[in-house]
């Protein structure tokens, strides 16, 4: 299902390709968050893009990953969103919201 390749999201995080000890934490992170938005819009975007999900779906997802691997506690000092700013209106045109 992984959408973006983890060497991508490494250049996106600012993690060295060649730094290896977080590869299961960011991996993890984006396991997650493909799940979080396949929740969100559901759809089943496999089925609806299978040359590769939108551009903004993809970039909503680095946005979680992102968020999450910088903030890895539950409550942090300044941190209100529960999604980064952008990710709810990139992801809006995609959402189902029938039955």
């Known amino acids: 299902m992984t959408q973006i390749a983890l060497e991508n999201m490494k250049v996106h995080l600012g993690v060295p390709e060649d730094d290896l000890g977080h590869d299961s934490l960011i991996t993890g992170y984006m396991d997650a968050a493909e799940d979080h938005v396949l929740r969100h819009l559901r759809r089943d975007l496999d089925e609806e893009f299978p040359e590769g999900w939108p551009s903004s779906v993809l970039q909503a997802i680095r ?5 999450w691997y910088v903030n890895r506690e539950a409550v ?24």
Request: no cysteine; net charge neutral.
């Open 63 to 67: 946005l979680l990953v992102a968020h």
């Open 76 to 99: 942090a000092p300044g941190v209100m969103a529960e999604v980064p700013y952008g990710v709810k209106a990139m992801l809006a045109p995609y959402r189902e919201f029938g039955a």
